[in-house]
């Protein structure tokens, strides 16, 4: 059974930083392109960054020198860094395998202004 586990969210104060955590079980980080997505409220699901088996990625304008995404293959983790935060990146956010439609529970990302 495939399963995600976000962690590493919480409430920061603009200009802070995040590092966001997903522990993989039942599937392979290094073997699939990756992605992690954010849904603030009221707000459809948006992609934040991807990260293909072969190590390109891929980032959303409004987060681009900001947000890094990255895996450790020794822990099936991916992860995603975040820097220089706004208010506007307030959400919840998802990690998940490109292409695939259930989500799990998310972390939480507040920003303070």
């Known amino acids: 059974q495939v399963q995600f586990v976000e962690s590493g969210g919480g409430l920061v104060q603009a200009g802070g930083s995040l590092r966001l955590s997903c522990a993989a079980s039942g599937v392979t980080v290094r073997f699939n392109s990756m992605v992690w997505y954010r849904q603030a409220p009221g707000q459809q699901r948006e992609l934040v960054a991807a990260l293909t088996s072969g190590g390109i990625t891929n980032y959303a304008e409004s987060v681009k020198g900001r947000f890094t995404i990255s895996r450790d293959n020794a822990k099936n983790t991916l992860y995603l860094q975040m820097n220089s935060l706004k208010p506007e990146d307030t959400g919840v956010y998802y990690c998940?395998?490109?292409?695939?439609?259930?989500w799990g529970q998310g972390t939480q990302v507040n920003v303070s202004s």
């Open positions: 998940n395998r490109l292409g695939v439609t259930t």
